[in-house]
Antibody, heavy 123, light 107 residues
Framework: EVQLLESGGGLVQPGGSLRLSCAASELSFSDYAMNWVRQAPGKGLEWVSSISGSGSSTYYADSVKGRFTISRDNSKNTLSLQLNSLRAEDTAVYYCAKGLRLRGSYYYYMDVWGKGTTVTVSS | DIQMTQSPSSVSASIGDRVTITCRASRGISTWLAWYQQKPGKAPNLLIYAASTLQSGVPSRFSGSGSGTDFTLTISSLQPEDLATYYC?????????FGGGTKVAIK
């Protein structure tokens, strides 16, 4: 069974940086697109970023474009999200989620989720 | 960007009731729609994708329908374990977007 485990969250001051990681187990990692989704305290889900299986295509929400960078290391089954210039409104639980793949095609439905890692931006 | 609007924002129903949640896209997305269930303190769980395809392992009391701009998630017979917030998500184009969520409570 595929499992995703996020790490790297914590308390950071406004303007600071963090690097989140997501380790995938038992998975042909490069066969799947991967995603980051966040949830601010008491709020709904917000898509943050996605990356194709090869890593050649990346996508970002306007709210994080230019500040966050998604990447992956398929040799280590690891997904990363570099968070720079953090703001109070980036405070959230960040989930790593695997994209669905059916009959050889990638889909950006998210069929496996990690438990999340919490990022708190505060002075 | 495609906006996803869910209604109602909350619903309270009795065990065994039929519950219907709607999701409207701001423009046509064919059947590029998923539904997720999020229980308190937990990560979301994929219920339905491609508007009506039940994800493996999801109970058959959950069903989805719709295409274009209007979609529904139906719980045919509400069970105690269905207490959760439900979200729709469009996968037609980037940026991916979620609906605001529908909280389902048990009367």
């Amino acid at each position: 069974e595929v499992q995703l485990l996020e790490s790297g969250g914590g308390l950071v001051q406004p303007g600071g940086s963090l690097r989140l990681s997501c380790a995938a187990s038992e998975l042909s990692f490069s066969d799947y697109a991967m995603n980051w989704v966040r949830q601010a305290p008491g709020k709904g889900l917000e898509w943050v970023s996605s990356i194709s299986g090869s890593g050649s295509s990346t996508y970002y929400a306007d709210s994080v474009k230019g500040r966050f960078t998604i990447s992956r290391d398929n040799s280590k089954n690891t997904l990363s999200l570099q968070l720079n210039s953090l703001r109070a409104e980036d405070t959230a639980v960040y989930y790593c989620a695997k994209g669905l793949r059916l009959r050889g095609s990638y889909y950006y439905y998210m069929d496996v989720w990690g438990k999340g890692t919490t990022v708190t931006v505060s002075s | 960007d495609i906006q996803m609007t869910q209604s109602p924002s909350s619903v309270s129903a009795s065990i065994g009731d039929r519950v219907t949640i709607t999701c409207r896209a701001s423009r046509g997305i064919s059947t590029w729609l998923a539904w997720y269930q999020q229980k308190p303190g937990k990560a979301p769980n994929l219920l339905i994708y491609a508007a009506s395809t039940l994800q493996s392992g999801v109970p058959s009391r959950f069903s989805g329908s719709g295409s274009g701009t209007d979609f529904t998630l139906t719980i045919s017979s509400l069970q105690p374990e269905d207490l959760a917030t439900y979200y729709c998500q469009q996968a037609n184009s980037f940026p991916l977007t979620f609906g605001g969520g529908t909280k389902v409570a048990i009367k």
